[in-house]
């Protein structure tokens, strides 16, 4: 309404912007655009919300500068479709994509960090718990329970022998293929004894 816009229609997209090709309702728009389609804009939040993925960057560039894409709209920053513009424009989605590559690297980099430490990242080990520091402890309750399935695997029993006798436990079949309760931590590609 502030701009005088005619919204011919509203696209949602779950998908992240990091990925090129994953985003298939990004796709349709920029193909609809490219056919003519019933838009010739695109409204949205900021331009790292609309494209952290240089190919798909360099895809709306293409389209602006072809006069396919008349304009963009954003919420949190104002675009000129001009020279400057456009450079301004590409400027922050290489800084979008920087900064989404960089959050990639450090988050990588704290969870093999967390992992060296023996810390919870994201997945909880059945029988344990997590204390304050984020460490694996035994949980009062079921740790028990998980040390008898192993002992009852270590004497040969079948795993559906072992599922019977603790039913109420739902012990998925490779928990036993899991080797955190001999103390090897396995996380992705990384193993810490």
């Not at 509203?10 to 994953?22: H, L, N, P, Q």
């Not at 409204?43 to 790292?48: G, I, N, S």
């Not at 060296?116 to 997945?123: A, L, M, P, R, W």
């Not at 344990?128 to 035994?138: A, D, G, M, Q, V």
Request: glycine share 6%.
């Amino acid at each position: 309404k502030d701009n005088n816009l005619n919204v011919v229609d509203v696209r949602w997209e779950e998908k992240s912007a990091m990925f090129a090709e994953k985003r298939a309702v990004f796709t349709d728009i920029l193909e609809t655009i490219d056919k003519g389609g019933i838009y010739d804009s695109i409204l949205a939040w900021h331009p790292d919300r609309l494209s952290r993925h240089m190919k798909e960057s360099g895809e709306i560039l293409d389209l602006l500068d072809n006069g396919k894409i008349i304009d963009l709209k954003f919420v949190s920053y104002t675009f000129i479709n001009d020279a400057a513009g456009k450079m301004s424009l590409s400027i922050l989605f290489a800084m979008a994509k920087e900064f989404s590559d960089k959050l990639s690297v450090d988050t990588k980099r704290g969870n093999r960090r967390k992992i060296q430490e023996g810390k919870y990242c994201g997945s909880y080990k059945r029988g344990y718990t997590i204390n304050n520091s984020e460490y694996f402890i035994p949980d009062d309750e079921k740790y028990k329970i998980y040390k008898n399935i192993w002992k009852l695997a270590l004497e040969g029993k079948s795993y559906k022998s072992i599922s019977d006798k603790f039913p109420e436990e739902k012990v998925p079949k490779g928990y036993l293929k899991d080797p955190f309760a001999a103390g090897i931590y396995c996380y992705g590609d990384q193993i810490v004894e």
